[in-house]
């Protein structure tokens, strides 16, 4: 095995957790604006517009997970004990608002499960933006162990990155439900699209210039000696996205979640820039966490044949369920001949 | 060291309640492709009806199973990062092979499956059922193959400490494999089959959707009356090689303390694991023998063969193996009866057979979650087998209260989870085929024999 495949299982990690996080992204934030829709007729609709997707766009956080068990054990080994109790508040979220989906169509009283959709949505999204939060700042190591607390995610930092994603993931929310609706809850989805712009904005902000004044790598990184102009077009382009989606919100119906995809995807980008080569920051890089070549080569064979076609079907999965979603198209659907 | 116990009956507890659903799912997807693809092909609306009928509860279980599943990977990372590290070189590819190969394959079907009758071509759609079944059991195939090496390693080294693969045809099919994949997939279509029977005997005992529920019943015991006598010859293959491989799991679930010719079967016994001997036992002469080494006077290792420090709990694995064997006795009587009542004519009228049909709707569930007790406890103090112990397998930094927080969190959820969920299932089971099938109307049967406004008796 001379091949070294380290770089290509970082990117092909690098884009499955990319993925989850711009799937699963716009459907927690569909759970997170949930409640404050003005109709019950429009909650279901919402709810209808991911009911056919949601559960495949988890499974891009479990390849996430074990193929970074996989692929980078030791990262795993120590990464996911650091934040122990977020990935514990991340999964009962997301198993609250999961089973949501049918159970809130099937109980007589509602309110529960449609409480625990919109619950389950934000605490699953606050715990991931902690868990990102917790990872930037740095995991302490011995060994090959973590060393850290129990408590030790609870910073204002890691804090700052949860509210944070739930304005991310809230701002792809709402440009998804421009997308997919029209009418009034459309119209109310574009307002609400501009008021999470504005939060997205200001967290973006904020995590920018605090990010390098907690770490000098990152420092180094973006402000170093050598003076890396090539990384300015990160801000500028994070910024030309943003008057592109304030300017699109108004009218236009696909635009506004490029537009936040692209922002997702610029500050994905920052985040690389600012760890690599690092994977459990700031002690251990990817050659030093990874698998055997000889595990890693196993894998590199299915996946560069599966990964094409599981895209194919997505793509045709998404095609399927094209279009402006309708009343008719969902869960509620399947109950209306039961009833 | 309370971690490392709060950790094992987190991880009890969140795969027992998980398995059920697997348990279940795995059959009832492959029941759906089957009766799309009757459907498709010979257009009988009764067929229609019970897919429909099925796909309903197949929503809410299925749900279940994706996110109770979701869990499971992450189990790995909180509380058993000792055993990623150690072992993910060989595991972690089978584990990620599952994702690839099986939960993107479900998940991206399942949408179409289950929303999208009106969206695709009938061809679509019955194809759609196709790989979510196909995903179903290649989910099985890994996972099963991941936990199997925990049981009977094989294809690896051991570098520095750590497990790295030397022949990946070895790790998969690993020497328990095959026996504890074929045993563990037939134990997950009988669970259905039962399922699908006792839901049918409901029915039937109100005398409504009879001609429904008698196509489901057909179905259900023509598939036992292969699966469980089938399922009787693999137990005690995959018997066989656990004697050969794990002979202390073997000893733990016969509570043999001496090695000993002429072995008996213990119906009952009472292990002393302190004292080494059974308090209180009855069993029948050199029957033991018989089925392990099948012939009278074949030796049986015993457990005083192991040092005390190797020796798996013996209670456990003694009972819960007595348990799921019962059952798979009690499941072979009702499948006879089944039969007989279906070759006299009379599913319809058997009462007190039908109420037992529904009374064993759990059967399966328990077998299940027994067998799996069985092997699991029986391949303890090891996490893989003779080579990384449990406790060297649980996460260092983690602490008592930690674990307490977690496992409380997931009792209470699970709790509220499971409970909300089976109460669910078990009214769409009742309400399921709505009133008198208004989706019936295009198709003009009168060879209809009832209808929900008549009775059957």
């Given at each position: ?10 990117a ?9 996080v ?29 009911a ?17 068990l ?31 989906f049918?159970?809130?169509h ?7 499960w ?9 605490v ?13 700042q ?8 973590y ?5 030790d995610w609870?910073t ?13 993931y ?11 609706t ?18 997205v ?60 995809l692209g ?12 760890i ?12 030093a966490?990874?698998?055997?070549p000889?595990?890693?080569?196993f894998l590199?064979?299915g ?35 039961v009833? | ?55 309903r ?9 994706v996110?109770?599943g979701?869990?499971?990977p ?6 058993w ?13 089978l584990m ?5 190969m099986a ?38 195939f ?44 037939t ?5 259905t ?29 023509g ?15 995959h ?17 043999n303390?001496?090695t000993?010719?002429r072995?008996?079967l ?12 059974n308090?209180f ?48 006795l ?8 089944g039969?007989?009542?279906w070759?006299?004519d ?6 007190r ?26 391949r ?5 087998y ?36 089976i ?20 198709f ?11 009775r059957?008796?």
């Amino acid at each position: 095995m001379s091949l070294d495949l380290v770089p290509v299982w970082t990117a092909i990690l690098a884009f499955g957790v990319f993925m989850y996080v711009l799937l699963d992204g716009f459907d927690l934030g569909v759970g997170i604006l949930y409640p404050f829709a003005h109709g019950a007729d429009e909650r279901t609709l919402m709810m209808n517009s991911i009911a056919p997707i949601w559960d495949f766009n988890e499974t891009w956080l479990v390849l996430g997970g074990v193929g970074l068990l996989a692929a980078f054990p030791l990262a795993f080994a120590i990464i996911i004990p650091a934040v122990y109790l977020p990935i514990l508040f991340m999964l009962i979220g997301l198993i609250f608002r999961g089973v949501a989906f049918e159970f809130s169509h099937l109980a007589h009283r509602r309110g529960f499960w449609s409480g625990s959709f919109f619950v389950g949505s934000l605490v699953a999204t606050f715990a991931q933006g902690v868990v990102l939060g917790t990872y930037v700042q740095g995991i302490p190591v011995t060994g090959r162990a973590y060393s850290g607390g129990t408590f030790d995610w609870i910073t204002p930092f890691a804090l700052l990155t949860g509210l944070g994603l739930i304005a991310g993931y809230g701002l792809l929310g709402a440009c998804w439900l421009v997308m997919k609706t029209e009418g009034p809850l459309q119209e109310w989805s574009r307002r609400m699209a501009r008021r999470f712009a504005i939060g997205v904005a200001a967290f973006v902000a904020m995590v920018s210039i605090w990010t390098p004044l907690l770490q000098p790598q990152i420092r180094e990184r973006w402000f170093g000696g050598e003076h890396p102009f090539w990384l300015w077009p990160v801000p500028v382009i994070t910024a030309a996205l943003f008057v592109a989606l304030w300017r699109s919100i108004p009218q236009r119906h696909f635009v506004p979640f490029l537009a936040s995809l692209g922002i997702f995807f610029m500050g994905y980008v920052g985040l690389g820039i600012s760890i690599f080569p690092m994977v459990v920051p700031y002690d251990l890089d990817l050659w030093a966490t990874a698998a055997s070549p000889r595990s890693q080569a196993f894998l590199m064979i299915g996946t560069l044949f599966l990964l094409p076609i599981i895209l194919a079907y997505t793509v045709y999965s998404y095609y399927v369920f094209r279009g402006k979603v309708r009343a008719d198209a969902g869960y509620a659907h399947t109950e209306a001949a039961v009833r | 060291m309370e971690a490392l116990l709060l950790s094992r009956l987190q991880f009890a507890w969140v795969v027992a309640l998980h398995i059920l659903l697997p348990a279940f799912t795995v059959g009832l997807a492959a029941y759906i492709a089957v009766l799309e693809g009757v459907f498709f092909f010979t257009r009988r609306p009764v067929f229609m009806r019970l897919s429909r009928y099925w796909l309903r509860i197949f929503a809410v279980s299925f749900g279940m199973g994706v996110v109770s599943g979701i869990v499971m990977p992450f189990q790995f990372g909180t509380n058993w990062s000792r055993f990623s590290d150690i072992t993910a070189d060989v595991t972690g590819p089978l584990m990620a092979y599952e994702v690839l190969m099986a939960f993107f394959l479900e998940a991206g079907f399942l949408g179409i499956l289950l929303f999208g009758r009106e969206r695709v071509p009938a061809g679509v759609h019955f194809a759609a059922a196709i790989m979510v079944a196909a995903g179903t059991l290649l989910s099985t195939f890994w996972i099963l193959s991941a936990n199997s090496w925990m049981h009977t390693p094989a294809g690896y080294a051991i570098v520095d400490g750590r497990f790295v693969p030397a022949d990946w045809l070895a790790v998969i099919f690993n020497p328990s494999f095959p026996y504890r994949l074929v045993h563990t997939t037939t134990a997950f279509f009988i669970t259905t089959a039962f399922a699908v029977i006792g839901v049918a005997a409901h029915h039937l005992r109100r005398g409504n959707h009879v001609e429904e529920s008698l196509v489901m019943q057909k179905m259900g015991f023509g598939l036992l009356a292969l699966l469980v006598p089938l399922q009787v010859f693999i137990g005690d293959q995959h018997g066989l090689n656990t004697l050969e491989h794990q002979p202390a799991k073997i000893a733990a679930i016969e509570a043999n303390w001496e090695t000993q010719a002429r072995m008996p079967l213990l119906l009952f016994a009472w292990p002393d694991e302190d004292a080494e001997r059974n308090a209180f036992e009855i069993g029948i002469p050199a029957a033991g023998s018989l089925i392990l080494k099948h012939h009278v006077d074949g030796v049986v290792p015993g457990l005083k063969q192991f040092k005390r420090e190797d020796r798996p709990p013996v209670a456990i694995p003694f009972f819960s193996f007595r348990l799921m064997v019962g059952i798979g006795l009690a499941m072979l009587a009702l499948t006879l009866g089944g039969l007989w009542f279906w070759y006299r004519d009379g599913l319809a009228a058997a009462r007190r057979f039908q109420a037992l049909c529904v009374a064993s709707i759990p059967l399966g569930f328990v077998a299940v979650i027994a067998g799996w007790v069985t092997t699991e406890v029986g391949r303890q103090p090891w996490a893989v087998y003779g080579l990384l112990r449990t406790r060297d397998a649980v996460t260092p930094s983690l602490q008592a209260h930690d674990v307490t927080i977690s496992i409380l969190v997931y009792i209470a959820a699970y709790i509220l989870i499971f409970g909300s969920g089976i109460y669910f299932i078990a009214r769409l089971s009742r309400t399921g085929f709505g009133p008198p099938q208004p989706e019936a109307q295009p198709f003009p049967r009168s060879a209809r024999p009832m209808s929900g406004a008549t009775r059957a008796t």
